[in-house]
Nanobody, 120 residues
Framework: QVQLAESGGGMVEAGGSLRLSCTLS????????MAWFRQSPGKDRQFVAS????????SYGRSVEGRFTISRDNSKSTMYLQMNSLKPEDTAVYYC?????????????WGQGIRVTVSS
């Protein structure tokens, strides 16, 4: 029984910043590798970033490397995605994902998604 809830999406101008949050409930957050994916109309789902249950291990998609930062606060059972220097091409629905595996290729649990719109 894992439930994921995203928050923090919205509209921002290009060059601006936004922070997404994802809270896991129902199980021990510390046991889960967490990740963000995104999808825009006409495109495949794209990996954004991940952070393992061993919170020292992070990974980023090359399109966001250097601009986005993933983090987690185990005391709050929450994962964050700090998005800086946003570009119009970052516009998408962002999905939170969770899995018990250290380095999953397919995530077991998914949030409902949250919209991010970056205007030019």
């Amino acid at each position: 029984q894992v439930q994921l809830a995203e928050s923090g999406g919205g509209m921002v101008e290009a060059g601006g910043s936004l922070r997404l949050s994802c809270t896991l409930s129902g199980r021990n957050f510390r046991s889960y590798t967490m990740a963000w994916f995104r999808q825009s109309p006409g495109k495949d789902r794209q990996f954004v970033a991940s952070i393992s249950w061993n919170y020292e291990a992070t990974s980023y998609g090359r399109s966001v490397e250097g601009r986005f930062t993933i983090s987690r606060d185990n005391s709050k059972s929450t994962m964050y995605l700090q998005m800086n220097s946003l570009k119009p091409e970052d516009t998408a629905v962002y999905y939170c994902a969770a899995d018990l595996r250290l380095a999953p290729s397919d995530y077991e649990h998914w949030g409902q998604g949250i919209r991010v719109t970056v205007s030019s």
